[in-house]
């Protein structure tokens, strides 16, 4: 990816995205200090709808929320300029460090669930194993976790990327491709899983359960970081959130409810899936295994000739936040 494809998809991102400010008055009346920060899909991984359940607001500052279809699109916001703070998985800042520019750096890790990302069949499918996906039309989003856990399983079952026939789409596009029938096999992540599940009868084929670390990061702009102001708006956000994870683990009857209402499904699908978590979200610190855990999916990525070169991912990180993460 070349310098000038990021700036050109971060300006259509950035563009796209729908802003919408908690607890402050409009874009261009600020009186406090603003965070933009991304939000990735709804239900469990919506921190708007989190912070809300938990009775959560900042003091000092403002949030102003974007939402984005999967995290490659944040990672180009960021390097845009147009977020100070994002949540996307190990695989985005791959690309990233693979073009010319990384105007972010991942400061926390937010581990999860890791069956909630799925390959996912339409009623009625015959297949029983990744084996039977051979020769099969297979959505997935590019750059993403589903490209990853699709190649690892694929690979597990002795076949390679050509051995099927993958269709490259966005979360929405795929959702309405498999839902039209037009797809025989869907690599998907988060709240379209119950979704498709309550309303079009469809089945899980295989989770990433095995495959993914449940490391999803927490990555912010650096002109935020060299800011003594915002990097102390963050450090306050890293709380608020990890409060707000802490509230969910505790209070896991009630966010099922609300995430239902969410996403538009009976309670009984959230709960469901509650009960098959590999994990609860929680927020935690930079470490040398989350570290090496990216480079693992980065080193996969360039064998697979994904990537134009290989990369060491060391550089994309920052521990500053360590010491107040894992104390509330």
């Known amino acids: 990816m070349v310098a000038e494809g990021w700036s050109r998809r971060a300006v259509l991102a950035a563009g796209a995205a729908t802003g919408l400010l908690l607890g402050g008055c ?48 944040v990672v180009e916001a960021l390097n845009g300029g147009s977020l100070d703070y994002g949540g996307m998985s190990e695989i985005p800042p791959i690309f990233a460090a693979a073009s010319t520019i990384q105007s972010f750096r991942q400061v926390a890790v937010v581990h999860g669930d890791v069956n909630n990302q799925v390959v996912l069949l339409p009623k ?18 590019r750059a993403t976790t ?16 050509d051995d099927i026939r993958p269709v490259a789409m966005g979360v929405s596009d795929g959702a309405a ?20 599940i309550a309303i079009e009868g ?29 990097s102390r708006i963050i450090r306050e956000y890293l709380a608020l959130a990890q409060q707000a994870y802490g509230w969910a683990a505790a209070n896991q009857d009630e966010w099922a409810g609300i995430i239902a209402r969410n996403i538009g499904v009976p309670r009984q ?16 610190p930079v470490t040398d ?20 070169r290989a990369v060491d991912v060391r550089p994309l990180w920052d521990a500053r936040f360590n010491d107040s993460i894992g104390k509330g």
């Not at 990216?294 to 080193?299: H, I, L």
Request: charged share 20%; no cysteine.
């Open 26 to 73: 409009g874009a261009g009346r600020h009186a406090r200090p603003r965070l933009r920060v991304s939000l990735t899909g709804k239900g469990e991984v919506d921190s708007r709808l989190l912070f809300k359940a938990a009775g959560i607001a900042p003091k000092g500052f403002d949030i102003h929320y974007s939402e984005f279809q999967s995290g490659h699109l």
């Open 124 to 141: 009625g499918s015959k297949a029983r194993s990744i084996a039977d996906l051979k020769g099969k039309r297979v959505g997935y989003v």
């Open 146 to 161: 589903s490209q990853y856990f699709l190649i690892r399983m694929l690979e597990e079952a002795g076949l390679g990327w």
């Open 177 to 196: 491709a498999f839902s039209q029938g037009a797809l025989d096999a869907w690599a998907i992540y988060g709240f379209p899983i119950q979704r498709a």
């Open 202 to 230: 469809a089945r899980i084929l295989r989770t990433a359960q095995g495959i993914l670390s449940g490391n999803y990061l927490i990555s912010v702009h650096v002109d935020a970081l060299a800011d003594p102001e915002m």
């Open 269 to 284: 699908y959230v709960t469901d899936q509650f009960r098959r978590r590999s994990a609860i979200y929680e927020l935690r």
């Open 289 to 308: 295994a989350a570290i090496a855990s990216q480079q693992e999916v980065a080193d996969l990525f360039f064998a697979q000739k994904l990537l134009p």
